[in-house]
């Protein structure tokens, strides 16, 4: 009986626990599950200038890029962590858990690595691998940096962005049907021009 008890016991604190944590946030997806490439219908040259506008329209900073090897390296410091249990942390794009004892979470840190690649005259994809990671410390002093596992979110919003950035296509206008034979303004040339008394 007192074997059943604790068992119990034992059951109901595991399921509290994992009620809490379902309750506060989910678990990051597996990397290959996360949508982080997209293939747009436009020229290398007019998916380029997409990428680095929707980059500065979220102020993320640009730290390296090789237009012609098709990457770019970026950086975002601004990105809130935040507690969502004591002693756990998260944010809108990633999973921090917890520190290690007798340290606290400061900063978080989001970089992208974004390559392009020419796939025809018309064709060009994108591919965004986002990596985050919070700093530690111990006092004021800084002991390491935690990575934290990517919840999904950033890279197919970012990749939205881009096609929001990329022109209309517009499919090109139809050329002009021929004129029916006899109708053009030459067709009858001989009937007109010549005066009446030569007809």
Not at 17 to 35: D, M, Q, R
Not at 44 to 67: C, G, H, P, Q, R
Not at 107 to 135: F, H, M, N, P
Not at 136 to 152: F, H, I, N
């Amino acid at each position: 009986m007192r074997e059943f008890a604790r068992l119990f016991a034992a059951g109901v604190m595991a399921a509290v626990w994992f009620s809490s944590l379902a309750g506060c946030a989910t678990f990051p997806p597996p990397k290959e599950a996360i949508a982080n490439s997209r293939t747009y219908a436009h020229d290398y040259e007019t998916v380029w200038k997409a990428v680095l506008t929707s980059l500065s329209d979220v102020n993320i900073a640009t730290t390296s890029m090789e237009k012609w090897a098709g990457t770019i390296a970026a950086e975002d410091g601004s990105i809130e962590l935040r507690p969502f249990e004591r002693g756990r942390y998260d944010s809108k794009y990633c999973f921090c858990g917890s520190p290690e004892r007798g340290t606290v979470f400061r900063q978080l840190v989001g970089t992208y690595e974004i390559s392009l690649t020419k796939r025809g005259d018309y064709q060009t994809s994108v591919t965004i691998d986002a990596a985050y990671r919070a700093s530690m410390y111990a006092g004021d002093a800084l002991t390491g940096w935690l990575p934290c596992p990517s919840k999904g979110i950033f890279e197919p919003s970012f990749l939205d962005q881009v096609e929001s950035r990329l022109p209309a296509r517009t499919r090109p206008a139809p050329s002009p049907a021929p004129a029916p034979k006899g109708t053009g303004p030459f067709e009858n040339i001989d009937h007109w021009w010549k005066p009446t008394w030569v007809r």
